[in-house]
């Protein structure tokens, strides 16, 4: 009794002192907390001058992304092809194999007069004599691209990008010395654009403002609508500007500045950023007596802490052999880690390992596609679905992947588990037991549902970490009907869409898209969709058809299968989405 009464006495005394200990290094933040302000807004500091010389650097490589484009183009002969009677060409018509960011072209003559272009919008150039301009005569005399300054034109500023054509029938390399000048083709880069594409993402309403500057003139081209007098502000920069710096400025106060400069063919722009430092680290004072009244409210709750722990100490074996018949494994789950055999699907959409996809799809089964896509390339899978899993093995003809059943139902021979906790720890022993693995969520607002949103995302954070380091893909699988927005948009942020990305860049013809929806119709029903097919429903010729089917493939959306003596037609997973 007296060893026991002893052990105890051990055991509070340790108690106390890591009482005083927490206390103490508590304290000491509190007292160091002044100095937080500091680091923050250092950080602050540097982070702004990264995304500053971020921006800049998005728009240099715009505008020589342009220019490359353009001397592309210039190569070919069929740039003669643009009407020289109204300005409603399609560029694509040109480049479409080109995953362009040019807007508008227009064709100059060899005498400088305007004589085509592809927009509406440049209509009244038609005509126009551009022979005395430097945008015409540098690349007329250097037989080389050209890239203006930033040229204003009423209220409309922008950049022109004009490289010399030659007369030629066939491709020819660039440049062509030995042929003929024949005009110039130009295209105008709007200054407004350049804003919205790469300066507007990275500033914060209300906090930050901007101002794009001519550096050798000091001429103010673009800034914020909160700037009312920018030759005040500019008249109290530093000269030379640096980098990155925190300036007293009238108005705004301690404001931490950052520039970067964006060389525009013989024109240096400045891009600065101005963030006051009391809106950047606004509410640090409050924290810090927020911070010292949890101090206290910690300390009072330790002390009935310490009560609970002597409490719990008593039963300490007890608990112990509790939690040892608790111990969540794969072994009691009766879960193994094992790579299936053969092919069961085929690949029409690439994910990468270390990432985690959702699938908001209501109807296809695109969640399924992607498992099973993963394990015919060697990995073993684990599934955690709401669907019977013994009804999956038998329609996907799996023998060796694990599945999870999200159930609250007892079921025999298969495991059943609804617990974010339980699944977590499950699905962390499973991928550092495996070379390389495959986790299929199914119905992840069925958890949502069974748990709370905020232990599902503390979850899905902490899966997305652990990828990182292992040879793992997690597809996730959600009803969108069942979520709200915000719950859908914080799962997309911490997730990537395997069809999205790529699909915001594919345009298609009205006929493309009326030819992916005739096939997908025919795959619904079964039917066999050959090229002849194609060819008469639509009543086009055989090299149209080939044509239009050729890109649909190119472009991923359709696969071409021998059968026989035909070729028939499959709609892909990116098609489908694409449709809807």
């Known amino acids: 009794m007296g060893k026991k009464i002893g052990k105890d006495t051990n055991l509070l005394i340790l108690l106390l002192i890591s009482l005083v200990l927490v206390g103490f290094m508590m304290f000491s933040n509190v007292v160091s907390f002044?100095?937080?302000q500091t680091f923050v807004v250092d950080q602050l500091r540097n982070n702004q001058l990264i995304e500053t010389q971020h921006a800049s650097g998005r728009i240099e490589n715009h505008l020589l992304q342009a220019k490359d484009e353009m001397v592309t183009l210039s190569k070919f002969p069929e740039i003669n092809g643009l009407s020289i009677e109204k300005c409603q060409d399609d560029p694509e018509r040109v480049h479409e194999?080109?995953?362009?960011?040019?807007?508008?072209?227009?064709?100059?003559?060899?005498?400088?007069?305007?004589?085509?272009?592809?927009?509406?919008?440049?209509?009244s150039f038609l005509g126009l004599n551009i022979r005395n301009k430097d945008y015409f005569t540098i690349p007329q005399s250097t037989k080389e691209p050209y890239i203006t300054g930033l040229v204003t034109q009423g209220r409309s500023s922008f950049i022109v990008i004009a490289v010399p054509l030659f007369e030629s029938s066939t491709y020819t390399p660039y440049p062509n010395f030995n042929e003929q000048f024949t005009g110039v083709l130009l295209t105008f880069v709007d200054i407004n654009d350049l804003y919205n594409l790469y300066i507007h993402p990275y500033l914060r309403p209300g906090q930050n403002s901007f101002l794009l500057i001519d550096k050798k003139t000091n001429e103010t081209l673009l800034s914020s609508p909160d700037i009312n007098d920018t030759s005040l502000l500019l008249s109290q920069l530093p000269t030379p500007a640096p980098l990155a710096d925190i300036l007293s400025i009238k108005d705004l106060g301690d404001t931490i500045m950052t520039t970067s400069d964006i060389v525009i063919g013989h024109q240096t722009l400045r891009l600065i950023v101005l963030t006051p430092v009391a809106k950047a680290a606004y509410g640090m004072e409050s924290l810090q007596t927020r911070h010292l009244v949890s101090l206290v409210f910690i300390i009072i709750v330790s002390l009935f802490a310490i009560i609970t722990l002597l409490t719990l100490y008593r039963s300490k074996e007890t608990v112990e052999m509790e939690l040892q018949k608790a111990n969540i494994t794969l072994e009691r789950f009766g879960i193994t880690a094992h790579k299936e055999e053969g092919t069961y699907s085929v690949a029409d959409t690439d994910i990468s390992p270390g990432k985690i996809y959702l699938i908001t799809d209501e109807e296809d089964n695109h969640a399924h596609e992607l498992f099973l896509n993963t394990l015919n390339r060697g990995y073993a899978g684990l599934g955690i679905v709401r669907e019977n899993p013994s009804k999956l093995k038998k329609r996907y003809n799996l023998d060796k992947t694990s599945f999870i059943w999200l159930t609250k139902v007892s079921a025999e021979g298969v495991p059943t588990e609804t617990n974010i906790d339980v699944l977590f720890k499950l699905i962390h022993e499973f991928i550092t037991k495996s070379d390389r693995s495959v986790i299929l969520i199914d119905r992840i607002d069925y958890l949502i549902l069974e748990n709370s949103f905020d232990e599902v995302a503390r979850a899905l954070h902490a899966l997305h970490d652990l990828i990182l380091d292992h040879d793992c893909i997690i597809i996730i699988a959600a009803q969108p009907k069942l979520l709200t927005e915000d719950q859908l948009s914080l799962l997309s942020e911490e997730t990537e869409d395997p069809f999205g990305k790529q699909l915001g860049k594919i345009t298609l013809s009205e006929l493309e898209k009326n030819i992916l929806a005739y096939i997908n119709e025919g795959n619904i029903s079964n039917k066999l969709v050959t090229f002849k097919h194609i060819t008469s429903h639509f009543s086009i010729t055989k090299p149209t058809t080939r044509v239009k089917i050729s890109r649909l493939a190119y472009l991923g959306l359709v696969m071409i299968e021998q059968q026989g003596r035909y070729k028939s037609l499959r709609i892909t997973s990116s098609g489908r989405k694409l449709l809807k």
């Open 34 to 36: 002044s100095h937080i």
């Open 97 to 123: 194999k080109i995953s362009s960011v040019i807007g508008t072209l227009l064709h100059a003559d060899k005498e400088g007069n305007i004589i085509a272009c592809t927009s509406p919008q440049y209509s």
